[in-house]
Every structure is written in structure tokens, then in C-alpha cells.
């Protein structure tokens, strides 16, 4: 077991009922104050530990870690140590929070410096991401967009079940949650027997995603197995990758996702560990027909995630429109990573993977609106009466993501980001 993962661990830091950030979880992140610069910070219940100032105070020595890493802008600097280090970390400050230990605990002077209340901070975007991957992995996604705009009886395209399809998306347009987005325009094509117009979406549309961010990997050249994938990655974000129905539908033959995808992606603030999500690890969905070897896989590589999707209309209560989970995911992480490196594909620290829209078997579980709302057909209503079929204007999408066992539950918090108008 991983020291830090330890169920019966409580902390001497208040950690409210129902958090998504107990002492078992200690996600990383990146935070400023009024009073402090960006830096490096762990998550537990509603404080923030403040790495730098933690190091300083002489409470990391032994670890391969000088302060650079924790007084950073980012988390680059410490995934550069790789995950045996991060795991070290981990289980250093889960030691040093712990109810039993008393040294830093019976230090108040310590613990008012190192102690931050998250609502007196302001959390940052996590990592610099060099290149961003987005994936296409979910079974029921796939066959739900392939029966609506192709033949519900060849509705996966021949290669789906034989690799893990993706494309290299645009790691720019990469957002924070809490930062808004502005409705894109772009050439759509409304009529078939009409020349395209030029105009803001009308079809703005949220995927219900999970990223993976990635330590350095091999050279350029090498490939990494699915032995070996975990080894690389750090850990896991919520993450909204928005689409423009209307434009991808015009633009995407032949090179794919282009304008209809690169204007904004959201993800959550906290990056939870692989490691953190071991307890939840299950079995990946059967696999038919049996892949190649170079993607298979031992072991349970698929985490039990629960997943949930809100919308909240301007100045209107929020309504649940989708609950689903991670586990439902075809093709695992190891097979993406092992797959995205076949061809001597060289991956580094702070790359970013998104699994691709995550739907379920039932349609409360369907991970986008234009799955949810089936194409327009049956919009979905909403709270206060008013119905969508896709976002509109001053609506706020909010994605959660958790994990719990009988003993122990972990999250992600969340991802939110409100739609203006076109500018």
C-alpha cells in the first residue's frame, strides 16, 4: 500500500464532512494571495499548505526538492523529479498532517504560516502545458455521435475498436476553472444546398471529459509500454473540453476538430495523483476483438469515478444533466499512452491527454448536450422552467468529480466556466 493512501488516516486539519480533499487525497496546485506570490500548494478540506513556505521552515528536507520547485508559477519544476519523488512528497506532508504527529502540528507559529484558507486565495492554472491530446475512448460516445450522423448499424468507423483514435489539440486555448469563455464564430454551413455563412456558433456544446497531465517521458524514438504507463503520469483533472457543434460539422472533413475545438478548454485547479486513485481502481470494460499486443495490459488500469454535469442559467438555480463515470472509458490510459508512443512519439512533463467525451449505457449518463438534448430533438429542462438544447449565452456548465469506497471518499472539486456572448 501507498504510505499515504492509508483509509485510517485522519488529520489534525479540519477537513469538513463530504470534502473532496481529506488527508488521503493532498492533491497539487498553483495559488496567490494578497500577501504571496504564486506558488506551490497542497489541498486538504478548506486550507491550502503552502509548500515554499513549508520548505523553508525546514519541514521537506530529505527530499529531492529544492525550494525552485514549490516557488514556481507552476508545477513543471517538481513533475521534473518524477513520480517516485511526487510520491515521496505525498507521503511526507500525509506524515506531517497526520493526527498523531505532533511536529508541526504542536508549532502554531508554523502552522499560521504555512496554513492557508483556500477562500482567501486565489487558484491558479496548474501546469504550463507544452502539448495537449485528445482522445475519442468512449464506446457509448462513439456509437451514440456515430448512430445520430451515420448508420446506427455501422455506427463505429473501422478502425475504433482497433485504436485508441485522437488528435493533437490546442494546448493555448487550455483554461482554468472559474475563467469564462466567449462564444466563437466561424464558418457553418446550415443548408446543404447553400453557400457556408460566417457568424457566432449557435451549437456551443460541453464534453464531459477526465485529462491525465504526464511526467517526462523517453526520448524521441522510444516508445512506452502499457507496463509501463503509469510510471508516467502524474496525475488527473476534471476537464471541459467545449465544442461548436456547427462549425465541426462543416470543418472536420478531412483533418478533423480545427476552430470547432481550439477556443477554449477548461480544466479543474487540482491535479489528484495516480496515486491518490489507486483504491479505485477497476477493471477496464471487455475489450472486442482482442487488441494488438502492443496495447495490452495487465491489471486493473481503470478508476471508479463518479461523475456529474450542471448547468446553471444566469441568475437561476443549477440543474443536474448527466451522471456518469470514468470507469466507462473503452480504452484505458495505459492503452493512450502506449498508443500515442507507438511511433517514437516523444512525451513530456505537463502534457496533457483528455480522454474524450465520457458517456454511459443510460442516457441520464450521456456526457454532452448534444447527446443529452439527442441532436435537438428532445431538449433537456432546466430548473426554471426554460429547456436547452445546447448552452446559451449566461449559462455556467460546472463539472464534479469524486471517488469513494466504504471507507474513504476522494475528489477533484470542480470545473466551472460561464459562456458570454460573442465578441
Same mark, same amino acid.
Given at each position: ?238 476537464? *471541459? ?83 456518469? *463515470? ?98
Amino acid at each position: 500500500m501507498i504510505k499515504a493512501n492509508n483509509p485510517n488516516l485522519v488529520s489534525w486539519v479540519t477537513v469538513p464532512e463530504h470534502s473532496d480533499f481529506p488527508i488521503q487525497n493532498l492533491p497539487l496546485g498553483v495559488f496567490k494571495t494578497d500577501q504571496l506570490e504564486a506558488r506551490v500548494g497542497m489541498r486538504i478540506g478548506d486550507s491550502i499548505l503552502d509548500l515554499k513556505t513549508l520548505h523553508i521552515l525546514g519541514y521537506l528536507e530529505n527530499l529531492p526538492y529544492n525550494v525552485s520547485a514549490f516557488d514556481s508559477t507552476s508545477l513543471n519544476l517538481l513533475m521534473k523529479k518524477g513520480k517516485l519523488s511526487a510520491r515521496r512528497l505525498r507521503d511526507r506532508v500525509s506524515d506531517l498532517l497526520n493526527l498523531v504527529n505532533t511536529e508541526l502540528q504542536n508549532n502554531q507559529h508554523h502552522v499560521e504560516q504555512v496554513l492557508i484558507s483556500v477562500s482567501s486565495a486565489e487558484v491558479l492554472m496548474p501546469i504550463e502545458i507544452g502539448d495537449y491530446t485528445d482522445f475519442y475512448s468512449s464506446k457509448e460516445h462513439a456509437t451514440n455521435v456515430g448512430t445520430m450522423f451515420r448508420d446506427p448499424n455501422n455506427a463505429l468507423l473501422p478502425n475504433w475498436l482497433w485504436i485508441p483514435v485522437g488528435y493533437h489539440g490546442r494546448s493555448s486555448s487550455v483554461i482554468p476553472s472559474g475563467q469564462a469563455i466567449h462564444r466563437p464564430k466561424g464558418q457553418t454551413k446550415p443548408n446543404d444546398d447553400q453557400a457556408p455563412i460566417f457568424g457566432p456558433s449557435k451549437m456551443i456544446d460541453f464534453e464531459l471529459e477526465m485529462a491525465f497531465v504526464t511526467f517526462d517521458g523517453k526520448a524521441l524514438g522510444d516508445t512506452i509500454s502499457t507496463a509501463e504507463a503509469e510510471d508516467y503520469i502524474f496525475g488527473l483533472v476534471l476537464f *471541459n473540453d467545449w465544442s461548436a457543434r456547427d462549425i465541426q460539422k462543416w470543418e472536420y472533413v478531412p483533418l478533423g476538430p480545427f476552430l470547432a475545438k481550439n477556443f477554449a478548454s477548461s480544466i479543474s485547479s487540482w491535479i489528484v495523483s495516480l496515486d491518490a486513485l489507486q483504491p479505485y481502481s477497476v477493471d477496464t470494460p471487455s475489450q472486442d476483438p482482442e487488441v494488438l499486443d502492443y496495447l495490452r495490459f495487465e491489471g486493473q488500469n481503470s478508476y471508479d469515478i463518479n461523475l456529474q454535469v450542471a448547468i446553471t442559467p444566469d441568475s437561476s438555480e443549477e440543474t443536474i444533466v448527466c451522471n456518469s *463515470n470514468f470507469k466507462y472509458m473503452y480504452w484505458n490510459m495505459a492503452q493512450q499512452l502506449a498508443h500515442h508512443t507507438i511511433n517514437g512519439c516523444n512525451i513530456r512533463g505537463g502534457d496533457l491527454l483528455g480522454s474524450g467525451t465520457i458517456s454511459g449505457p443510460t442516457p441520464d449518463s450521456y456526457g454532452s448536450m448534444l447527446e443529452l438534448a439527442w441532436k435537438g430533438t428532445k431538449p433537456v429542462p432546466m430548473s426554471d422552467g426554460t429547456e436547452r438544447k445546447f448552452i446559451q449565452d449566461g449559462d455556467t456548465v460546472t463539472m464534479r468529480g469524486y471517488c469513494k469506497n466504504d471507507k474513504v471518499r476522494i475528489g477533484f472539486g470542480e470545473v466551472a466556466s460561464k459562456l458570454l456572448p460573442s465578441k
